[in-house]
């Protein structure tokens, strides 16, 4: 179901007359490859939520309790994704993305088959270790296939595994583990990671590692303020489509009085959006990283801030989590501004820039949290998704003012 579905995105992207090296055959199969791994990645970061009930249940403990495995899954990725970057730096690609879904179908093996909760919460660490350096080595493999003007879009087309795994994998794994118990929508996720290991190790190019890279040359982007700018924007203006995205159910039963089975409808709806969204910005980052950037974070404030009023009808709230959906085509936009400024340490970066979308992940919820706990309905979480997205915008006006000041004094 999702070979169909992304082979037919993929097709349907790369029969434009101005885009001739994205159409190369196998190009896109490397592409697929590639996406396959983010389409595994998405579904069991967002899948381990939507089954989180049948866990606690059989490990016999509450939901808050069980969430704890969703945390330790986001931490992996936060403590993974640099640790993993910087020591690799000498490894060459394919031989480093190949041990990364080793490593991600060995975690979601053992967490199907966790005895208990306390060993659940180290085999969810260990799936999250790799999730952010994949994601990085996976972008940079797939913008060096084609020309520097075109990079984005192909980016984005490996971002079109995530974004299917909302429409598709997401709910495939949770009806899976409704009807066969929730192991097994984990054990899903690992059998498609190791069908990704041999697409990758049939169709992934292997060029040899640089010479020149080192630890400390993946270290530098740490010095880069505009590198730091940029994963800020990401971490806060994302915090807030997570803010509501968490809620969004409660919102449909609670203030919608939407029908239960409507739920993985909406879901579903959020999913279409970010594959739209995602593409729509694959396209504009390669026309300017930053006026897009700012364009993608505007748009969402103003969209999220409507959320309260349209949650009322559900004819209203239907489109508005679509455009909401569209605003985590941000993601491919952040990518692509932070290959512009990160030297020799674009791994690094990439891989960080995952962190910071895990940051969003906890801020979000947590905010709309703060919300509901001080006595407003779930549907004005909206009204504090969209002063977060502002505050994305907030440091992305830094981080415009502070390059071209940068600008000005090397042309003084």
Known sequence: MFAIALSCSLYMSDTAPDNPAIRSHRTVWVLFALAMGTFVLGTT???????????????KVSQPEAGRAISAYALGVVVGSPVITVLSARMPRRALLLGLLLLIGIGNSLSAIAPSLGWMLIFRFLSGVPHGAYFGGAMLMAASLV????????????????????????????????????????????????????????????????????????????????????????????????CTYTYLASTLIDVTHAAAPLIPVMLAVFGVGTTVGNLACGWAADQSPMRSAGCSLLFSAIVLACYPVAAQQFWLLVPLVFLIGCGVGLSAILQTRLMDIADD????????????????????????????????????????????????????????????????????
């Open 147 to 242: 020309p520097k003007q075109q990079r984005a879009r192909a980016m984005s087309k490996v971002i079109l595994g995530l974004t299917i795994a909302t429409i598709v994998g997401v709910p495939f794994a949770t009806g899976i583990g409704q009807t066969l118990g929730w192991r097994w929508g984990l054990g899903i996720v690992a059998i498609l990671a190791w069908v990704t290991i041999v697409l990758v190790k049939l169709y992934a190019p292997d060029p040899p590692a640089k010479r020149d890279a080192s630890p400390m040359s993946e270290l530098n982007a740490l010095r880069n303020r505009q590198v730091w700018l940029t994963l800020a924007t990401g971490a806060i203006g994302f915090g807030g489509i997570f």
């Open 345 to 412: 340490a674009q791994s690094l970066a990439g891989a960080m820039l995952q962190s910071s979308f895990n940051i969003a992940n906890a801020i979000g919820p947590w905010v709309g949290g703060m919300v509901i706990a001080d006595g407003f309905t779930v549907a004005d979480t909206g009204y504090a998704a969209s002063a977060l997205t502002l505050g994305g915008l907030v440091m992305w006006a830094w981080s415009l003012f502070d390059a071209r000041r940068a600008g000005r004094q090397v042309a003084a």
């Open 45 to 59: 970061e967002f899948a381990s939520m939507s089954l989180l009930p049948y866990m606690a249940a059989d490990f």
